[in-house]
């Protein structure tokens, strides 16, 4: 991928991790921030929803940092495990969501609470995972669905792990959908940037060329 759209790719999953934080923002805490819209506030609603697209924007590069780490490691793996690779995800990825949800339990429930709260996070985070890397199948090939899941599943637990350790019900919410929708973009958006990339080379190293001769 050239330069140009590697900026494109950062700037479009920046500003969709902005936009999906501000609406999710709101949606969380509605209740709280419901009286400003009725009185029309409109300086407050301006600086929260200022705030809360700043936020996104570190959801997102949160996100952008972990799929290129991710694109490292999985490179690693192929190299490494090769035909293996993919049944060594699988193990990982329920080795991590069976953690994500006995030591979150132990860690945070009450005395007498029920482990379901736990267990449907956990159950919606794999949900989700299957869909996108579903999508991802369709996009490419069938092997390309448990790194797509690996992706969704660990990848995302473990961008989420600084406001899991506070385990605050409001930023758990606000910040797992931005980062599962800048995820999804990224798997299944990147080949489409890659193809534009080698449409765009001939044209670039052409104007390059013409650049040199005058």
């Not at 159950?123 to 797509?148: M, R």
Request: net charge positive.
């Amino acid at each position: 991928m050239n330069s140009r759209n590697w900026v494109r790719f950062f700037i479009h999953t920046l500003l969709l991790g902005g936009v999906i934080t501000i609406f999710t923002g709101f949606a969380v805490q509605w209740e709280k921030y419901k009286p400003l819209f009725l009185d029309f506030d409109l300086l407050e609603i301006i600086s929260i929803t200022i705030w809360l697209l700043g936020v996104g924007f570190i959801f997102s590069v949160i996100s952008q940092m972990g799929y290129f780490a991710y694109l490292t490691i999985h490179r690693f793996g192929l190299g490494f495990f090769r035909s293996l690779w993919n049944p060594v995800q699988l193990v990982v990825i329920a080795f991590v969501l069976f953690d994500f949800i006995y030591f979150r339990y132990k860690e945070f429930a009450g005395e007498n609470e029920s482990i379901w709260p736990y267990l449907l996070v956990a159950l919606f985070l794999l949900l989700i995972g299957i869909v996108i890397a579903y999508l991802k199948t369709k996009q490419s090939d069938k092997h390309a669905f448990v790194p797509g899941l690996f992706f969704m599943v660990c990848v995302t637990i473990i961008e989420w792990v600084p406001v899991l350790r506070v385990n605050n019900h409001d930023w758990l919410y606000l910040m797992l959908y931005p980062l599962l929708i800048c995820n999804a973009y990224q798997l299944l958006m990147l080949p489409k940037y890659i193809e534009r990339s080698k449409v765009e080379r001939p044209v670039i190293r052409k104007e390059q060329q013409m650049t040199v001769h005058k």
